[in-house]
């Protein structure tokens, strides 16, 4: 590379499209932009992608200046002049020769050189008007006017990057339903850096994408082997980050070691009361890790920080065994806990609650620390300490292990303390539907206390006694531990705890049938918590009541409740009573016979249950999805989940409640009618030894014995679909158009699941609505796949199996782009490119990666078909088809080589000569640069011969 022009790239660039534009519009505005971000990140990169795309604006007077691998600080002077072509120009004859002249001057890898880089910089500026300077820095360089853009990890592109950068390594690797997987899993274990995830990407030559995945723990092993042209200290992730550490001072190398003990991302209190440096103010120290680039920083109402795993990998290297750290971190979390324990009861529940959610990583790491060192007093503390914060947030199936483990260490702790341990244990089986282990829990723990003589003991007592009993259907038992309950804290005039018995009482005579005592209690129990302003109660309470609605069968009234329990318990992070509004909102669905959004909800409300570990309600979830099995119609299917949730009640001593043994009962009548006996008792013997991912994964191929007993199945409409050019999409025949899709999203959606494969709801929002909220992505998604599903006539064209949404290929359909990518007909593929993939759409990262990916799938169809008529002596089709190639990328050098050959292979060297020139011209005006030597030797003896013969002519 000459010097100051811009290097040569030696691999394509992918994804960053959003960030390239973001850059240019600071570029645009202001004088001094510096790119940040960590080692590997993408700096150089993308400031060389938008030099090249900025090189026509500024007449071609963009220059490169490289401070790798400079360490004097008086070369820097140097360096700059000869980018812009005056060497050894002093720095009077630098700003008089460029003071007029608009001039964009890159100056990359400046972290090791910021004061001399930023002083020169800032001279040039005020004496250069027309200068612009971009700079790459892992930290800003502290300029006056200094923008500093810094870079983000790459987003869904990154898996592109890693497919891409596979395919280079090992020829014909693919992407596919089997590796998608990993691939996905690699990149998020890399934090979407752009280094390490092409160092990872160079193993798949000898490790499947799987492989790789499993051996990222150590990822400071794995990630090397990198490019040997590339800078030394970009060949492996170690070094790029040997770089970063030998820059730093020791204070902020000591806290960067420290900071590995943070799994997660952490708060400034928490780094002050982990971290300890010798004479040196933590939080400064943090700032100057925040603005290397090794600490990202994490805005919201309470700014945290995190580390990059691979930077927390080695920071952990170098922490070198020091346990005291640790120890710190664990003590801090355990101080944490019990803080928030002590305040989940007052006005503040919700903002505990969320920190607890937070930081709920490093909880189990404390924890973890405790166990290792055998310290069965603090085990103890932290699962007493997170037990009733974890049922709110829906997470107790965990805290629950973690309390039945400490209670079975045989090292003794504090009586009280023991005692708490036995109350949350039996509680949180009680939830589960654990009865009996409930019950023995909980007599053993509030025999502990009721020696104290505290009257609180006997209400709590029969509190839970009495919701053990309404599991096992003793309703009577129920009613009457319920009330002496109720009684009990209405003497003792506790105000909060009467609101929790009344709402208690409400669910059990919900669940016994008894559905207008149930609203009595209930609506008591709503204007408490109403009026206390508890939004976790009246979360609760509001599903409950929406749930007699929906028994009541008023379905209007239903839908009210339970949407507005449903978005309050996902603004407050409730999981249970989200779960819970999620399972009735899909039997609502499936009275109204939308079984897809049936069948949606009520897969949420299962995961959201089995996340929790209560299976209890799994159960009652399970006969729900039976019924819409039933209606769809899948009668085996039905079967089987009424039998699995029927071995999860016997297994838990619980029967279906009394509210729902109708509902149950009527989908067990359908199956027997629709099935033979035999039939019948194989899918029940299927369920009862099925393990449940293997239930809900299960394809049902088996057809229905009976007629279908609620929706027929309606006849296939084929789909015949273009997306190369502009895009059209014809059902049996008739095209599509506006009115049918409803709006420009279902289309959108379409066109991707068509070339996705099995994907996420998570997934798909990152690449359609990349800046919705939660709540937001589950509305817009779930009316968006219903406008689809209506606009292709079948729900079925869009599955739901295991969490995951894809197009039906089984069904009758074309695809040109699948046609396109399978054939093995390099003429077919050609005439099958009719344009760029969605001519007619733009805007989404995810189709400008996947028309570059087809694009290139092109050209290499093209040149090999060429090729393969020039090897056959059909010099005008390889021609034409050379030709084409140039118009389709005009810098294809490959391309214009071959044409250079073949017009010099049939005498016509005027049209070789025009050829290179046109070449020539590209190159020059678009990349800064000049033909290979490979192709200016094809026409050097032409030129050479022209020269001599216009000699002759002058001659004569």
């Excluded at 490289?66 to 600080?73: H, Q, V």
């Excluded at 303390?417 to 829990?441: F, K, M, N, V």
């Excluded at 049936?598 to 897969?603: D, H, K, P, R, T």
């Amino acid at each position: 590379m000459a010097t100051g022009q811009l290097p040569g790239r030696s691999s394509s660039f992918v994804g960053r499209e959003t960030e390239l534009t973001q850059l240019g519009e600071l570029v645009g505005r202001h004088r001094l932009v510096t790119v940040t971000g960590p080692g590997g990140g993408g700096k150089s990169r993308l400031a060389l992608m938008l030099a090249e795309r900025l090189r026509s604006a500024y007449a071609g007077r963009v220059r490169w200046v490289e401070l790798a691998e400079l360490t004097d600080p008086t070369t820097v002077l140097t360096a700059v002049a000869d980018a812009l072509e005056l060497p050894g120009a002093t720095e009077e004859e630098l700003t008089s020769r460029s003071a007029q002249q608009p001039t964009l001057l890159v100056i990359d890898n400046c972290e090791h050189l910021l004061v001399p880089v930023a002083q020169l910089i800032g001279r040039l500026l005020r004496a250069c008007p027309e200068l612009t300077v971009l700079a790459t820095s892992q930290e800003p360089l502290g300029s006056a006017g200094e923008v500093v853009f810094a870079v983000p990890p790459m987003g869904a592109a990154a898996e592109a990057l890693f497919v891409e950068r596979a395919r280079a390594a090992s020829y014909g690797f693919e992407q596919s339903n089997a590796n998608t997987g990993d691939i996905a899993l690699i990149c998020q274990r890399l934090d979407g850096i752009p280094l390490a995830i092409e160092l990872a990407a160079a193993w798949v030559p000898v490790l499947s994408p799987a492989q790789i995945a499993d051996r990222l723990n150590d990822s400071l092993r794995v990630l090397t082997g990198g490019d040997r042209d590339a800078m030394p200290r970009h060949r492996t992730l170690r070094d790029a980050l040997d770089w970063s550490w030998n820059l730093m001072e020791h204070p902020e190398r000591d806290l960067l070691a420290q900071l590995a003990v943070f799994q997660s991302g952490f708060t400034v209190d928490a780094v002050e009361a982990v971290a300890v440096l010798d004479g040196t103010d933590v939080l400064h120290s943090l700032s100057r890790l925040v603005n290397r680039s090794l600490v990202m920083v994490q805005q919201g109402p309470e700014v945290r920080y995190r580390l990059l795993e691979t930077v927390r990998q080695y920071a952990a290297d170098k922490l070198a065994g020091d346990t005291r750290p640790a120890r710190r971190h664990a003590q801090y979390m355990l101080k944490l806990v019990e803080q928030a324990a002590s305040r989940l009861e007052s006005a503040e529940q919700q903002d505990w609650l969320d920190l607890l959610s937070i930081e709920w990583q490093s909880i189990r790491e404390a924890r973890r620390w405790f166990l290792q060192r055998d310290d069965v007093e603090s085990v103890t503390r932290v699962a007493v300490g997170v037990w009733w914060g974890s049922y709110l947030l829906g997470r107790f199936g965990e805290v629950r292990e973690w309390l039945e483990e400490a209670l079975r260490r045989p090292c003794a702790v504090p009586v009280d303390l023991r005692a708490d341990a036995l109350i949350a244990a039996g509680t949180l089986a009680h939830l589960q539907g654990d009865a009996s282990h409930a019950e023995s829990r909980l007599r053993a723990g509030f025999s502990a206390y009721r020696d104290a003589g505290d009257p609180s003991v006997a209400a709590m007592e029969l509190h839970w006694l009495g919701g053990v009993a309404m599991r096992r259907g003793e309703y009577a038992e129920a009613r009457r531990l319920g009330e002496r309950c109720l009684e009990l804290w209405r003497e003792i005039g506790n105000r909060a705890k009467v609101s929790r018995a009344l709402d208690y009482q409400g669910m059990r005579e919900l669940l016994a049938g008894e559905l207008d005592l149930a609203e009595v209690l209930l609506r008591e129990a709503r204007a408490r918590y109403e009026s206390d302003r508890d939004s976790e109660g009246l979360g609760w309470v509001t599903v409950l009541l929406g749930g007699i609605a929906h028994y009541r069968g008023e379905q209007a009234v239903a839908r009210v409740m339970l949407q507005e329990a449903r978005e309050r318990s996902q603004t407050n992070q409730q999981l249970t009573t989200l779960a819970w509004s999620l399972q009735l909102l899909g039997q609502e669905a499936r009275r109204d016979g939308d079984l897809d959004e049936a069948a949606g909800l009520l897969a949420e409300s299962l995961r959201l249950h089995r996340d929790a570990g209560n299976r209890w309600r799994m159960a009652t979830v399970l006969e729900g999805l039976a019924a819409v099995a039933i209606a769809q119609p899948d009668v085996p299917q039905a079967v089987r989940l009424i039998s699995h949730a029927a071995l999860i009640r016997e297994q838990l001593g619980t029967p279906v409640p009394a509210v729902e043994r109708a509902d149950v009962t009527a989908v067990i009548e359908a199956a027997r009618v629709a099935l033979p006996s035999a039939q019948y008792r194989t899918y029940w013997a299927e369920g009862e030894v099925f393990d449940l991912d293997r239930l809900l994964g299960e394809e049902s191929t088996a057809r229905p014995a009976a007629a279908p007993l609620t929706i027929a199945e309606s006849r296939v409409e084929p789909l015949q679909v273009v997306a190369l050019g502009s895009s059209e999409v014809r059902r049996n025949d008739t095209v599509l158009d506006v009115a049918d899709w409803g709006y420009a999203k279902p289309r959108e959606l379409f066109f991707y699941l068509l070339g996705s494969g099995p994907v996420s709801k998570d997934q798909i929002g990152a690449e359609l609505w990349p800046d919705a909220s939660a709540t937001s992505l589950r509305n817009s998604f779930h009316s968006c796949l219903h406008q689809l599903r209506k606009t292709l006539g079948r729900s079925d064209w869009v599955t739901f199996r295991r969490g995951r949404y894809e197009f039906n290929h089984s069904l009758d359909h074309t695809y040109d782009v699948a046609i396109f990518e399978s054939t093995l007909d390099r003429q077919e593929a050609v005439e099958l490119y009719r344009g760029e993939y969605l001519a007619d759409l733009s805007g989404p990262l995810w189709i400008e990666t996947r028309r570059q990916n087809l694009r290139r799938y092109f050209e290499r169809a093209l040149l090999q078909l060429a090729e393969s008529h020039r090897a056959a002596g059909r010099t005008a089709e390889a021609i034409a088809l050379y030709e084409r190639a140039v118009s389709h990328d005009p810098l294809l050098e490959s391309a214009h080589q071959a044409l250079i050959r073949l017009h010099l292979s049939q005498g016509d060297r005027a049209q070789a000569v025009r050829q290179y020139n046109d070449l020539v011209a590209r190159l020059a005006d678009d990349l800064n640069t000049t033909p290979s030597v490979q192709t200016t030797a094809l026409i050097h003896p032409v030129l050479r011969s022209k020269g001599a013969a216009s000699q002759r002519t002058n001659a004569i």
